[in-house]
């Protein structure tokens, strides 16, 4: 059986550990590795998106890095309680074009008495800034 810890019931210490490998997991833009914190049905909500279980994860992951270039994420905690995680986000990213983004967002993560996230719900906005105004 897969396990990845820390596993539920969180602390405010192993919600933040967490959180933190998440953000090194996504910084890594390896989306298979990003993958396996994921139970093999999970469900996504990315902005519009409705994604369902890990090859639907690879796919979505594998296609926004290829246009999202140079992409730097931090996640922060907000709030936890024995299976749930909640964060604000921020990274930024070049697009094809060369254009600079900070998006901007809000994740509810469940995660299954195994460690892995069962359900992620992503709220995200994009704001166009110059390359200057960068600072992640």
Avoid: C
């Avoid at 996640?75 to 094809?96: G, L, S």
């Avoid at 254009?99 to 992620?120: I, P, Q, S, T, V």
């Amino acid at each position: 059986m897969e396990k990845k810890l820390p596993v539920p019931p969180f602390t405010l210490e192993t919600a933040k550990q967490k959180i933190q490998m998440a953000e090194d997991a996504w910084n890594s833009q390896d989306p298979e590795k990003v993958s396996l914190a994921y139970t093999p049905d999970s469900e996504w909500r990315n902005r519009h998106l409705f994604i369902n279980g890990r090859k639907e994860i690879v796919q979505f992951l594998t296609q926004k890095w290829e246009n999202e270039l140079d992409y730097k994420l931090k996640k922060e905690y907000w709030a936890h309680t024995e299976d749930r995680i909640a964060v604000r986000f921020e990274y930024e990213y070049r697009n094809k074009e060369g254009k600079w983004f900070r998006a901007y967002g809000n994740e509810n993560w469940e995660f299954d008495e195994n460690g892995l996230m069962k359900k992620r719900y992503a709220s995200i906005n994009d704001v166009e800034i110059l390359a200057e105004e960068r600072y992640l």
